[in-house]
């Protein structure tokens, strides 16, 4: 007798084996997944712009032979000493105590090697990368853990952090097994206990508040720093106009697919917007303030390449800020700990329990012995050579595009693959002359 | 005693003179005028000087302060001696929110009354308030002494680590994970000897101590309704 035919097992998109993953492990302990990075779903990013480069109407620059400068300054509205860099990558803010010691030299020798800045986090300035670091961004936090004003002067900017962008409106919580003795102690706060940072200034409230605060800064800084202001993607039209309006040198746009130490999943992957939705309304701010290049803006959240750099760019940022690539620089994720993190129930490329403190690479830890494993000097010379490589990968297109800086690079040099990023960056869809909300259509 | 009038000196030019007289060590003695609640005035001082303010300011008065004494003869609008390091504040009239926020060191003298979040997120610094405190006092608070001879507002202490708190009169409610804890003789003495430091007319024995129950320091699902 013949048998049935039957349809294949079908598995739901809606309760996809991972969905379904994630129930189980929501049922089974109570609590919320909490995880570092950003987000990790797919959405419009740089992938989805292509470069037009030269043609009848635009002539290339010679590639070998044609200089094309990448040098970008820093905080020239207000501060008596800009920062000046030779190239438009910058290294985003990440805390010591989140990161290792080891690991936050690195990220200075590598930076420093290549001409650009570093920035602190959420914990206060170390020796280590102050010394290695020959331009520092010095963070302004909520939780203004080791905050204090000699570290204020030794640095080259000062960044107030209102948001982020893997999670705006929300703060961060250091777990207990990363907090040693000189995490502790830094943060003025027992060994072993859980670090809560505020989502909310201790003593302002809003832009008017923040204006003062500012000011306040300046005078115990003899107004030489650069004053930045960090936002995570939300409302980046609004946000830009207020940042400027609250006195920042330089807005630090940083989108959903920017990385934290450590948040909760369903924060990261459904608050916010993509990194390329809100690059064009932080311009359109800028401009309608008259403000555009007198303060300046860098984009951060999923640069990866020197074509994510110049399609930044070419929206309207003058510089964009690394996280997640630097820390993928120095080793993090590298399949050569495979084994180790199938141990801990993952693989090389997903492995996002930063906040455990057990990463096999030694660099989202505090353990002495996984420390060990990264060796700055080396780490710092990968991050050299990938900063680099952006950076060649970025002048490149800009001489396709016939630009002797990459500051030239300009919306009129893209098109856009999809609808949606057609509209997010503003610039036609590809074979087009049109995108979604584009005047007079 | 030099002074500086406000009413014709920028407040730029205010800050530079006292603050490299300030790193000079030279122990000066200056008087500021016609404040008229100017913000940021003597901040970010890194050395042994005395400063008068002659009037009221405006936010973050004697900001991130080190070393220096600086009293203020009025009040202060928010954010009063934030971040400072060490050194003494006095404010011989009333303080505005935020007073002695993330504060890691020194003393701050509140004659009259502090406004909401008084001792937000301190680490270390000691704070004294003759009069009463207003509601989300001591939030987050990290490390240090706050002393209160009057009332305390509304959720004392929230979510606090450990900063010791001393209340004389009463507390409107107490935050999450705050509770009253045993005056031991460790917690009179340093009592008293921040009361005679403020020149505070106060037994150590009328005031009750306030703490961290410690409940919420390791993150614990089963706490979550205490938030």
Redesign the interface.
């Known amino acids: 007798m013949d048998k049935t035919p039957q349809t294949d097992p079908r598995q739901s998109w809606t309760f996809s084996n991972s969905v379904n993953s994630e129930i189980r492990r929501a049922a089974a ?3 919320y997944d909490i995880r570092g990075g950003g987000a990790k779903r797919r959405v419009p990013h740089f992938d989805d712009l292509l470069f037009l480069g030269a043609s009848m109407s635009r002539y290339p620059l010679e590639g070998y032979r044609e200089k094309c400068e990448t040098a970008v300054t820093l905080g020239t509205r207000f501060a008596k000493n800009p920062i000046e860099l030779k190239i438009p990558i910058t290294i985003a803010g990440m805390s010591f105590g989140s990161l290792s010691g080891p690991a936050k030299e690195a990220l200075g020798r590598g930076a420093t090697l290549a001409g650009t800045s570093t920035t602190t986090g959420d914990g206060g300035m170390t020796e280590e990368e102050r010394g290695h670091s020959e331009k520092l961004v010095y963070q302004y936090l909520p ?2 853990y080791g ?4 570290d ?1 002067r030794r640095a080259d900017a000062i960044e107030v952090v209102v948001g982020q962008g893997a999670k705006p409106g929300g703060g961060g ?1 250091l ?2 097994q990363k907090i040693t003795e000189r995490v502790a102690g830094m ?4 060994v072993g ?2 670090q ?1 940072s ?1 989502c909310r200034h ?3 409230t809003g832009p008017d ?1 923040l204006e ?2 500012i ?2 800064l300046r ?5 030489e720093k650069p004053i930045y202001i960090k936002i995570g993607g939300a409302r980046p039209y609004y946000d830009t106009a207020l940042a400027v309006k609250a006195g920042a040198d330089v807005v630090v746009l940083d989108g959903m697919q920017g990385g934290t130490a450590a948040t909760q999943d369903v924060f990261i992957e459904h608050v916010g917007q993509p990194t390329l939705a809100c690059i064009r309304p932080a311009v359109q701010a800028l401009q309608d303030l008259g403000m555009h290049r007198e303060v300046q803006l860098v984009v951060s959240g999923g640069i990866r390449n020197g074509a994510d750099v110049a399609k930044a760019l070419a929206l309207g940022a003058d510089a964009v800020s690394i996280g997640t690539a630097a820390l993928i620089a120095l080793g993090d994720n590298d399949p050569k700990w495979e084994a180790e993190y199938n141990a801990l129930g993952t693989t090389a490329g997903a492995y996002d329990d930063w906040h455990e403190g057990r990463d096999p690479a030694g660099i989202t830890t505090q353990d002495p012995a996984l420390m060990q494993r990264l060796d700055p000097v080396a780490a710092g010379r990968r991050l050299r050579n990938y900063l680099n490589v952006m950076t060649l990968e970025c002048q490149t297109i800009a001489r396709a595009c016939g630009h002797n800086h990459v500051h030239n690079l300009e919306p009129e040099d893209l098109c856009a693959l999809t609808m949606e990023a057609a509209a997010m960056a503003q610039v036609p869809l590809a074979g087009t002359n049109w995108y979604p909300g584009k005047p007079g259509f | 005693m030099s002074t500086l009038d406000m009413s014709v000196t920028p ?2 030019e205010v ?2 003179t006292l ?1 490299e007289a300030a790193k000079s060590q030279s122990n000066n003695a200056y008087e500021i005028t016609n404040p008229r609640g100017s ?2 005035v003597a ?2 001082l ?1 050395g042994p000087l005395s400063v008068t303010v002659k009037g009221s300011t ?3 008065c004697a ?2 302060n ?1 070393l220096a004494t600086i009293r203020v003869e009025g009040s202060t609008g ?2 009063v001696a ?2 400072m ?1 060490s050194g003494e504040v006095v404010i011989e009239g009333d303080a505005s ?2 007073a002695g ?2 504060g ?1 060191g020194g003393l701050l003298n509140i004659k009259g009354n502090a406004s909401s ?1 008084c001792g ?2 301190m ?2 610094i000691d704070i004294v308030v003759h009069g009463n405190i207003g509601h989300m006092s001591a ?2 608070a ?2 240090g002494n706050l002393v209160v001879l009057g009332d305390a507002g509304d959720a004392l202490g929230d ?1 606090l ?2 900063a010791r708190l001393f209340v004389r009169g009463t507390v409107k409610s107490l935050g999450a994970d705050c509770i009253e804890k045993e005056m031991r003789p460790e917690h009179i003495e340093i009592l008293q000897e921040l009361l005679a430091r403020a020149g505070a007319d106060a037994k150590p024995e009328e005031f009750k101590r306030y703490g961290s129950a410690r409940r919420l ?3 614990n ?1 089963d706490h979550a309704d205490e938030y």
Do not use: C
């Open positions: 302990t109570g609590i939780s203004r905050m204090n004003p000699d204020l919580m777990l207990g943060r003025d706060l027992p206990i859980d809560r505020a201790p003593d302002w508040d003062i605060k000011l306040e005078e115990i800084t003899n107004w | 407040l730029r800050n530079v603050q913000h940021a901040v970010g890194d405006g936010y973050y900001g991130m080190k928010p954010g934030e971040n390091m929110q935020y926020a993330t890691r979040r937000i997120s680490k270390g939030f987050m990290q490390k979510s680590y450990e320091y390791n993150f699902i």
